[in-house]
């Protein structure tokens, strides 16, 4: 699992280093899981700082932003999946922080989605369409995210004074599955919502970065 992260990193950087980074992978693999774990870890932030660096990729347009920016999203993911999963599980210890911990990681992703996209070098129209495909990729697997934390922790979110009141009021005689029309209908408006908020937020990291890339470059 952990040789197939090498994917992630620019294809400049895959043809010289590649060969040599799945073989010392290989001869980790019977290391512990947190071990694994760990490197797996190394590998993503590695993936990140390749695709920061101009040494593995030149300006490019649309596309190459999108892919870089669709990459950073996908890592920026991860702990804010944990973060759902906690406030979840201890909605008492951790709720709170979550939903405002959430958010403010949120904000602070998206302008690092839009600082990749700048740094990138691609143009202004490429910045817009690399960071509303970001937010939009990120509202899809928040509610991935939700749709598996429902079925997972089905127990414990059935016990939602919220969601109670809510499936009282539906009308409907199935809690799982008033949970999973409920999400469905939220896809939709979780899209749109996060790839205004992306692009609003991605175009001031993208301007600011591409500023710092022109005054590295002069």
């Not at 602070?108 to 129209?125: I, K, T």
């Not at 817009?128 to 928040?142: D, K, Y």
Request: with cysteine.
């Amino acid at each position: 699992m952990v040789t197939r992260l090498i994917r992630l990193y620019p294809a400049r950087w895959r043809e010289r280093y590649g060969q040599e980074m799945t073989q010392l992978l290989a001869d980790l693999a019977p290391l512990s899981g947190a071990a694994r774990l760990r490197i797996g870890l190394d590998v993503l932030r590695g993936a990140a700082d390749a695709h920061l660096s101009r040494e593995f990729h030149t300006p490019g347009g649309a596309a190459r932003a999108i892919g870089m920016t669709s990459a950073a999203t996908v890592i920026g993911w991860l702990p804010l999946g944990a973060l759902i999963v906690l406030g979840t599980v201890f909605p008492s210890g951790f709720g709170t922080i979550a939903t405002i911990g959430g958010f403010c990681y949120l904000i602070a992703l998206f302008l690092a989605v839009g600082a990749v996209a700048g740094w990138a070098g691609a143009r202004p129209g490429a910045w817009l369409a690399a960071c509303a495909a970001s937010g939009a990729l990120m509202g899809m697997l928040l509610t991935a995210t939700f749709a598996v934390i429902d079925n997972a922790y089905y127990g414990i979110v059935s016990r939602d004074p919220e969601k109670i009141a809510a499936f009282r009021a539906s009308g409907m005689t199935s809690m799982r599955h008033f949970l999973t029309v409920s999400l469905e209908h939220q896809v939709l408006p979780a899209t749109i919502i996060f790839t205004v908020v992306c692009v609003l937020m991605g175009m001031v990291g993208a301007v600011c970065a591409a500023e710092r890339r022109q005054a590295a470059g002069a």
